[in-house]
């Protein structure tokens, strides 16, 4: 059974994707000083692209390795993009990774690079 913690997160997930879709054409199409948009933007894009996990299934069109991320690791990730612990890390960071351990690490190796 899901606990009530998992449930809030979940939530908290999904209300910040219809939020970002919502948000999308006007980011898109209007420039905004607006930061608080701007920063729930960037928080929507990176847990949309923590959303890219590779799975098994993808392992032969993408060439990685799928992985198993329990889910405990999911919600403390996805707790730590919302609860903005992550921000200083690019957006690419997040994309086809497991756990947020992961992510934080190819964030570290992208800031080194950009150096």
Known sequence: ???????????????????????????????????????????????????????????????IPGVMVSIEDAIKGFNMIMDGEVDKYPEAAFNLVGTIDEAIAKGEKLLAESK
């Not at 219809?18 to 420039?31: A, H």
């Not at 608080?36 to 996990?53: C, E, I, N």
């Open 1 to 63: 059974m899901v606990g009530a913690e998992h449930y809030n997160t979940a939530q908290r997930v999904k209300m910040l994707l219809q939020r970002y879709n919502e948000l999308q054409d006007i980011i898109l199409g209007v420039v905004t000083n607006c930061r608080k948009k701007t920063s729930r933007w960037s928080t929507a894009r990176r847990v949309s692209r923590f959303l890219s996990q590779p799975f098994h299934v993808a392992e032969q069109f993408t060439g």
